[in-house]
């Protein structure tokens, strides 16, 4: 699914050259849920920003979704985050002056997909987030935990390929975090590939997979079945 | 000795929470210099576009003599056709015939009157004049009576006017201004010296000061805004003289041959003004004018309905039109003209302002009052105001020579007057205050808790 | 893509803002169109032509001093000078000149007993060289012979047997008729004159007055009472300005006993007549200019606060595929919502305006397609002002997404 080889990204100005990424390789498969974890300023956030097309890197290999995307220009790399990545930001980025259903359509329009269609999608998003009573609801009448349910509903509508979380329960209480990561445990029972970067151990403890990131390099992957959370989901799974 | 010590702390504080929100003013202003740019530009703009438009309305339109304007009146009769109005508004002459000219001053019912009319004036300076050797040249003159300078009060640097005794004598005196005393004496104190007007010897009564009405408000009918005249004789005298009027002379219906015949006409070419120093006098004069035309209709003359008008100096002016239309358009342009640019600052501030949302949440967190805000704000939009007020007087001052190349005939109306650089600047710093108002009251009507919460 | 609808819901979360642009679209609209509207009323003015040869000719007056200035005398010898001078195509006294401001009008009739009469006309007072003089061409009849011209002086009542007319005198006195021959009353209470020459066009002195600029009548009289004339001079080409200096001087020197004034072409009477529109038009397109300028860089301004104020926002929908070509659109699309609002507005600002010009200073109707011309110039204008601050928005970083503030 998400696939980097001895990737290295370098930023450079006329003085100092900063390794932010080195050699650095991680594989993400279909359906797996794994956790970046690492200090702040070790390069979890350059990852997700390459991983997410949001940024370019200076050396290696990455495939998304068997995409080779390195060269790739400006216009090409928007549309393949438009298809294939939905992303979930800490500080939810919602559109102050859009109403729900409009801050769910921003990557529909994008992609141009029919009124019909984006409707469907837009509500099915909404529903699956539990908002579908709010749609005509502006982003600063709901609480944070809300907030972020919108934006996770947003990065569904577009069926990604994956979702990519920043930090998603940063700006979050703790019963509002528990809220959003239920959310996230459930999308993953269902099928969805997911990539988060948190520097909370306990968070990253709930993936499936962790891997840690020290001065921009991967230090050790390990993967393990998370007992309890597949208890959750198959709890969830028999009620539903 | 406890309040007075009190009261200094408090003047104290004020002084530097100005100073502060000056210097925090001039701060935020500076970090975007662009914007801050085209706020000041624009409200100079606006305000120079309406300042430069404003001031030739208010110098055409103004009252050109204001200690006396109420007591001045023009007088005007309906001798017209009577199958026709004098003009399309159905406006009464703006000129009288000489017959009623004559009449009404032999009748000399006001406190003052004067009939008057402008002539051509060749002057033919003495060739041997100080050894200096000017040529004839041409110049406007007034033929008029001696209450004239009491009725407009012209200033005399030397001698005085005329007297009544020499307009009922054809007299062959004049008064000359500064501006030909110069020419022909150097100067000098010219009363009793003779002149030359058109092949004719004058003796010189009086030298005027230099005047210059705004306005010529007494004859408006020929080139209000052009320069006064060179030199005044009796009325008398340019009659006794044969001097035709080189004003408008409008007629609506044929005169008889020759100069007589000229006279006897309905040809209106003479101007007539009263002073009427009480209302019960004006309401005399106003009679008596009625039963003067009343009585010249039964001698057949003043076909059309009985009409009569006594304008004061500015509703003369007004009736008259004396702004032009083209001024009127004008002033209506640049009022809208500086609403765009009020607007656009407005606009600008507000934009800048809602930006600093974040920072007066902040500070409202760390304890200032709306209040204290609210003065910061004003402070800095009062900082763009009078920097645009500066900018526009600037502004004025180019547009000015500006409406002066464009109009020669302006000349000396379109000058900055003081007032009017008083008005600019408190206007730029009044409509800043106005359009900083509203942003200022937005950004202080944010909750702290709000600002601080999310972001 | 044009998602207007949600740039529509946006903007009205933000109704101040739109309002002052939109105020501020609309005050400009309605300025620029009337104002547009009477700089082109008043080219068409000055774009009438006189009907004269207007670059050859010029004008010189002379008054002579004291009561006893034999002036029919004086008019004799100058001529005579005058027309021996090499350089001058032809000359004539004349009373007064097209373009002048100033000159003598009467009511023609043509029934000795009309109340008022049918036309008012000009009276050019002029002799057998005049039209020559002037350029003006004689389309129809004849011009004056020499032993028609006669002296006019106070004394004098009745009219000329025959005299000359503008083609659209004669249009509006006989229309569809052969004016020559036919006869009319300057003066009711004496013999009628007839037509007997038509020029195609001549301007009476003042341009000002609707009524009566195409309507003139030229009689062969000279004014020979009083001490002043004027004479017209018609120079050979590219001569004029050296023989206006000439023929100032020679008159001059001719008899001393007068003030020789006012050489005049009549290109400068054309100027000075003209001027107050001339400087009409000239403050009516720097107030054009200025607004346009001052709502452009509003726009830029207003766009570059908005631009930088959503930087996260621009970064988001780069990071959800919105492409650089779509952020610039959605500023485009943004402004031109914004403007159209505006543009409304101004319409009726624009049209409300007119009406109260029309109402207070007889000015005509604006033509239709004004206020579409000026919305187009103003979309188009909007469109280019917010170019820069789009082109910004479009290259912001969609890393911003990930950024915290």
């Not at chain 3, 004034?261 to 001027?275: G, M, Q, T």
Request: hydrophobic share 45%.
């Amino acid at each position: 699914m998400l696939k980097m080889n001895h990737l290295s990204k370098v930023y450079r100005t006329h003085l100092i050259e900063t390794h932010a990424l080195r050699d650095f390789s991680i594989h993400v498969r279909d359906g797996e849920f794994v956790a970046v974890t690492g200090p702040s300023g070790s390069g979890k956030t350059t990852f997700l920003n390459i991983a997410g097309l949001l940024e370019q890197f200076s050396g290696g290999e990455y495939f998304l979704d068997g995409v080779d995307v390195r060269g790739m220009n400006d216009s090409a790399r928007s549309r393949l985050r438009n298809e294939k990545i939905g992303f979930i930001f800490q500080g939810f980025n919602l559109i102050p002056d859009l109403n729900l259903f409009d801050n769910v359509d921003v990557p529909l329009r994008y992609r141009g997909f029919n009124a019909a269609e984006r409707k469907r999608r837009i509500e099915d998003a909404l529903a699956r987030v539990g908002l579908s009573a709010r749609t005509r609801h502006y982003p600063s009448e709901l609480s944070g935990g809300q907030q972020q349910r919108v934006a996770i509903a947003r990065a569904l509508a577009g069926s990604p390929k994956i979702l990519l979380a920043d930090e998603p329960t940063g700006n979050l209480d703790t019963q509002m975090a528990r809220g959003v990561m239920q959310l996230l445990e459930e999308l993953h029972a269902e099928g969805a590939t997911i990539l988060m970067v948190t520097h909370d151990p306990e968070l990253a403890a709930r993936a499936q997979r962790n891997v840690h990131v020290i001065d921009g390099q991967v230090v050790d992957i390990h993967a393990e079945p998370r007992m309890r959370g597949l208890g959750v989901v198959a709890a969830q799974a028999a009620h539903g | 000795m406890w309040s007075l010590h009190k009261l200094r702390t408090a003047e104290n504080e004020t002084t530097t929470m100005f100073g502060y929100y000056l210097k925090l003013g001039l701060k935020s202003l500076r970090r975007n210099p662009v914007l801050t740019a085209l706020m000041v530009f624009g409200i100079g703009l606006g305000i120079a576009a309406s300042m430069t438009s404003f001031t030739v309305f208010y110098l055409m339109g103004g009252d050109p003599i204001p200690w006396k304007s109420d007591r001045l009146h023009a007088v005007q009769v309906d001798n017209w056709d009577a199958n026709e109005a004098f003009d399309d508004k159905g406006r009464l002459p703006d000129q009288m015939t000489y017959i009623d000219a004559k009449a009404l001053m032999t009748a000399a019912k006001a406190d003052r009157q004067a009939a008057m009319f402008k002539v051509a004036l060749p002057i033919q300076p003495a060739s041997e004049m100080d050894g200096r050797d000017v040529k004839p040249y041409l110049e406007i003159g007034r033929a008029t009576y001696a209450d004239f300078f009491a009725m407009f009060e012209p200033p005399f640097q030397y001698g005085g006017p005329w007297n009544a005794e020499q307009d009922a004598n054809s007299a062959r005196v004049t008064v000359i201004t500064q501006e030909t005393n110069e020419k022909l004496f150097g100067g000098a104190d010219s009363v009793g010296r003779t002149v030359r007007f058109n092949n004719v010897e004058y003796t010189v009564v009086g030298v005027l000061a230099h005047w210059q009405p705004r306005v010529k408000f007494y004859d408006v009918t020929n080139g209000p805004l052009t320069d006064a005249e060179a030199a005044y004789l009796p009325f008398t005298t340019a009659i006794d003289l044969r001097l035709d009027s080189t004003g408008n002379n409008d007629c609506w219906k044929n005169a008889d041959p020759g100069w007589e015949g000229f006279l006897a006409s309905e040809c209106i070419w003479t101007q007539f003004w009263v002073q009427l120093d009480s209302r019960e006098k004006l309401a005399a004069y106003k009679s008596f004018l009625d039963a003067y035309v009343t009585e010249q209709k039964k001698q057949g003359r003043f076909p059309r309905p009985v009409a009569t008008l006594l304008p004061d100096v500015n509703q003369w002016l007004a009736l008259q039109e004396v702004v032009s239309r083209d001024v009127e358009i004008q002033v209506g342009l640049a009022f809208a003209f500086l609403a765009v640019c009020l607007v656009n600052t407005v606009g600008l501030l507000l934009a800048k302002f809602m930006r600093k949302s974040g920072e007066i949440g902040l500070r409202r967190a760390l304890g200032a009052s709306r209040r204290q805000l609210f003065l910061q704000h004003l402070v800095e939009a009062a900082v763009v105001g009078i920097s645009g007020g500066l900018v526009g007087l600037a502004l004025t001052a180019a547009g000015l020579i500006g409406v002066r190349a464009l109009y020669a005939e302006y000349q000396h109306i379109a000058e900055l007057d003081w007032t009017m650089v008083a008005v600019a600047l408190l206007l730029a710093v009044l409509s800043a205050m106005l359009a900083g108002l509203f942003p200022t009251w937005r950004a202080c009507q944010v909750q702290p808790a709000a600002q601080l919460k999310t972001q | 893509m044009l998602e207007l609808r949600p740039i529509l819901s946006a903007l009205m979360r933000s109704k101040v803002s739109l309002v002052l642009i939109g105020l501020q679209i609309a005050l400009t609209l309605a300025i620029v169109c009337n104002s547009l509207f009477i700089i082109s009323e008043r080219a068409a003015l000055m774009n009438r032509p006189s009907g004269i040869n207007e670059t050859d000719t010029f004008t010189v007056g002379s008054i002579g001093f004291g009561a006893d200035f034999d002036l029919r005398a004086s008019i004799a010898e100058d001529l005579a000078m005058l027309r021996g001078l090499p350089g001058i195509a032809d000359v004539a006294a004349i009373n007064a000149t097209p373009l002048s401001d100033g000159g003598w009008s009467q009511g023609i009739s043509l029934d000795k007993d009309q109340k008022s009469p049918t036309a008012p006309t000009a009276l050019y007072l002029t002799d057998e060289h005049g039209l020559n003089a002037l350029g003006a061409r004689i389309v129809a009849g004849r011009n004056f012979r020499p032993d028609e011209i006669s002296g006019r002086t106070r004394q004098s009542l009745a009219w000329p047997p025959g005299l000359i007319m503008s083609r659209a005198l004669a249009d509006k006195l006989w229309p569809g008729q052969d004016p020559i021959g036919k006869s009319f009353y300057i003066n009711v209470e004496q013999a009628p004159s007839t037509v007997i020459g038509i020029v195609d066009r001549l301007q009476a002195p003042w341009v000002h007055k609707q009524r009566v600029v195409e309507l003139s009548t030229v009689v062969p009289q000279v004014v020979s009472d009083g001490s002043f004339v004027r004479y017209l001079l018609r120079a050979a080409p590219g001569q004029r300005d050296a023989m206006m200096k000439r023929v100032e001087a020679r008159l001059a020197e001719l008899n001393p006993g007068r003030i020789v004034r006012d050489a005049k072409s009549i290109e400068k009477l054309r100027a000075d007549v003209y001027a107050e529109d001339r400087a009409m038009m000239i403050i009516l397109g720097v107030v054009i200019a200025s607004l346009l300028i001052i709502t452009a860089l509003g726009i830029v301004g207003m766009a570059s606060f908005w631009v930088t104020q959503r930087t996260k926002q621009i970064g988001t929908r780069r990071a959800l595929g919105a492409t650089r070509g779509a952020i610039l659109r959605h500023f485009l699309a943004e402004n031109f919502v914004i403007t159209s609002f505006g543009l409304v507005a101004g319409t009726l600002l624009a049209y409300g305006f007119n009406a109260w010009l029309i109402q207070n200073y007889e000015t005509a109707r604006m033509p239709w397609y004004y206020v579409p011309a000026g919305c187009v110039t103003l979309w188009l204008l909007g469109q280019i002002a917010v170019l820069g601050p789009a082109r910004r928005a479009s290259r912001v970083t969609p890393a911003m997404a990930t950024r915290s503030v």
